[in-house]
């Protein structure tokens, strides 16, 4: 895979979910790669053999400024990451995903850097109506101030970058799931669910459950990073799904199927800020990247559960 001659990557948020999966893949392919985390939501753990690693928050000028040095291409995924909390915390969530964000594309024009690629999200979108959200075409219309500061930082990176002449990518990640995922209450319903069913307790589902979401594996978030990486594109917005919606309670369904027989899931309120239905129009990922996910929920669900069974004993 051509790398466009880059040769030391920069991950932040890379002792995280997505960014140590995207750490060890740019690893793989024989990329120097250095990761900077507060550990915040991270674990040192994560971080992946091989990889440099700074403690530290990406609001740190001092730090950011060690952890570029000599770096071409930085993949930035540190934020503070919940639709939910983001209304209650909407001061932190701004300081860290639009002053963090600008503070980062700013250092990198200093550095030198020669790509960015911006970890954005599908709560940048609105309810368009009929759930398939496009690049071109559907609105961009948030409806969580964490929306907001991700479609911010978007703007800031296209414009900043465009002044300093690096090249800048969006990538809209839609509902990743996987191993390494931290348990909030708050991100990612599938851990949740999974926790709440080897605790004995009843997952909750909220609204109805007939809201669709679009599920992809971690491990092909990273492949879609490290392809745009390696894409000639100098800007690009292009989301990252499987293209494929699943209903909440079915995936409730499927969990307590594998894990626990007996119960039932529960219904709340549906909380603000989170759509109807998500699913990513992939048109732009399979063209401009080459790539169209194979992984599903079926394939790694078993896993999963064991993955997060063990992390439950660890935590005992």
Same mark, same amino acid.
């Given at each position: 895979m051509s790398r466009q001659g880059f040769k030391r990557a920069l991950v932040t948020g890379g002792a995280g979910f997505i960014g140590s999966h995207i750490a060890e893949k740019l690893l793989s392919i024989g990329m120097e790669t250095v990761v900077i985390d507060d550990l915040s939501m991270g674990k040192a753990e994560y971080v992946p053999e091989g990889a440099g690693f700074y403690r530290g928050s990406i609001?740190?000028?001092? /730090?950011?400024?060690?952890?570029?040095?000599?770096?071409?291409v930085v993949f930035h995924n540190a934020a503070r990451v919940s639709i939910r909390d983001s209304f209650e915390g909407v001061c932190q969530d701004a300081e860290t995903n639009v002053m963090g964000t600008v503070r980062?594309?700013?250092?990198?024009?200093?550095?030198?850097?020669?790509? /960015?690629?911006?970890?954005?999200?599908?709560?940048?979108?609105?309810?368009?109506?009929?759930g398939v959200l496009k690049e071109n075409g559907s609105p961009l219309a948030p409806l969580s101030p964490y929306g907001i500061g991700k479609l911010a930082g978007e703007q800031y990176g296209m414009q900043i970058s465009e002044?300093?002449?690096?090249?800048?990518? #969006?990538?809209?990640?839609f509902n990743t799931f996987g191993t390494r995922q931290t348990f909030t209450p708050y991100v990612g319903v599938i851990t949740i669910f999974i926790t709440a069913l080897l605790q004995g307790r009843r997952p909750v589902i909220f609204g109805s459950g007939a809201q669709t979401r679009d599920f992809i594996h971690v491990e092909d978030v990273a492949e879609a990073n490290v392809r745009m990486m390696s894409s000639p594109v100098k800007r690009a917005v292009i989301n990252v799904g499987a293209g494929q919606g699943t209903k909440v309670v079915d995936i409730a369904r499927l969990l307590i199927e594998r894990i626990n027989k007996g119960i039932a899931p529960a219904y709340a309120e549906a909380p603000m800020g989170e759509p109807e239905d998500s699913v990513a129009d992939v048109t732009a990922m399979?063209?401009?990247?080459?790539? #169209?996910?194979? #992984? #599903?929920? /079926?394939?790694?669900?078993?896993?999963l559960i064991e993955w997060n069974r063990a992390r439950l004993a660890e935590n005992a």
């Open positions: 609001l740190d000028g001092d /730090v950011l400024k060690e952890a570029l040095r000599g770096a071409d980062l594309l700013h250092a990198c024009a200093r550095a030198g850097v020669k790509k /960015v690629v911006y970890a954005s999200s599908m709560a940048v979108y609105g309810n368009d109506g009929n002044y300093y002449g690096f090249d800048f990518a #969006t990538l809209r990640y399979r063209e401009v990247l080459g790539f #169209t996910p194979k #992984t #599903t929920l /079926v394939d790694r669900v078993d896993s």
